[in-house]
């Protein structure tokens, strides 16, 4: 099981990594409020939420090849 979380802000935009070109996840949630905390500074009177995404991984015995591609969490 993992757990990660996502900034996002009221209009639905999860906060984006330019150099990475994806969104930004972040492994704890302290480094997610710091985060958010930044952008509600940046917008004044917009709502920021945090949300917590947690994945199960499961698969059959003898399962098919699969190609994975794992992301760092910072």
Known sequence: MTREYFVIDGDGH????????????????????????????SEPGH????????AFVTCEISPPKVAMRERKLR
Do not use: G, Y
């Open 14 to 41: 999860v906060s984006f990594d330019i150099k990475e070109e994806s969104p930004e996840a972040f492994a704890t949630l302290n480094e997610a409020k710091k985060r958010a905390r930044s952008l509600a500074k």
């Open 47 to 54: 709502t920021v939420v945090i949300t917590q995404s947690i």
